[in-house]
């Protein structure tokens, strides 16, 4: 069984970077068949895919262009953990975040979430 | 961006009926169109992928169907747990995109 662990702040102040981890269990972020993301959710957005990291021949990376000058998605192996950056946030970053496997394309195991709350 | 549209954005429905929403892509995605079923607090759970296939677990009165630009997700026989909001979302083509979500109400 797959689980996804979130971790990280739920406060960031403007103009701040919004750091969160998902720890994996059950699976390998080196997993050659799946891919790991971030998405959010919001009132005023919806669910809004953020972008993704997988390896395959070599470790890439997909982004939303809504976000893409922001973000950064990153694999560590040695923890078997993925994490999500998003710099200079602002009010309108305010959601809950959610981590989740892409097996590939569908989103079958996804984390508890985190509300995250952008304001000083 | 492919836009994914559903409809309704809320229905009324009672126990035991058979519920149908309806998702819209903007342009051809094939079969890579997928369901998922919100709760209140809770994150976003996989119904049916590849339009129809469902996923394991899940119980045989959800169904999916459809090709190209129309989809439809189908509940033959509403139970109380039912009672959420649903989201399609297309698989085709990076970024991802998910539709406004369908409240399925008593």
């Known amino acids: 069984q797959v689980q996804l662990q979130q971790s990280g702040p739920g406060l960031v102040k403007p103009s701040q970077t919004l750091s969160l981890t998902c720890a994996i269990s059950?699976?390998?972020?080196?997993?050659?068949?799946?891919?790991w993301n971030w998405i959010r959710q919001s009132p005023s957005r919806g669910l809004e895919w953020l972008g993704r990291t997988y390896s395959r021949s070599k470790w890439d990376s997909d982004y939303a262009v809504s976000v893409k000058s922001r973000i950064s998605i990153s694999p560590d192996t040695s923890k078997n953990q993925f994490s999500l950056q998003l710099i200079s946030v602002t009010p309108e970053d305010t959601a809950v975040y959610y981590c989740a496997r892409g097996a590939p394309a569908a989103f079958d195991y996804w984390g508890r979430g985190t509300l995250v709350t952008v304001s000083s | 961006d492919i836009l994914m549209t559903q409809s309704p954005s809320s229905l009324s429905a009672s126990v035991g009926d058979r519920v149908t929403i309806t998702c819209r892509a903007s342009?051809?995605?094939?079969?890579?169109l997928n369901w998922y079923q919100q709760k209140p607090g809770k994150a976003p759970n996989l119904l049916i992928y590849?339009?129809?296939s469902l996923q394991s677990g899940v119980p045989s009165r959800f169904s999916g169907s459809g090709f190209g630009t129309d989809f439809t997700l189908t509940i033959s026989s509403l139970q109380p747990e039912d009672f959420a909001t649903y989201y399609c979302?297309?698989?085709?083509?990076?970024?991802?995109?998910f539709g406004g979500g369908t409240k399925v109400e008593i």
């Open positions: 979302q297309q698989s085709y083509s990076i970024p991802r995109t």
């Open positions: 342009q051809s995605i094939s079969s890579s």
């Open positions: 590849a339009a129809a």
């Open positions: 059950g699976d390998s972020v080196s997993s050659n068949s799946a891919t």
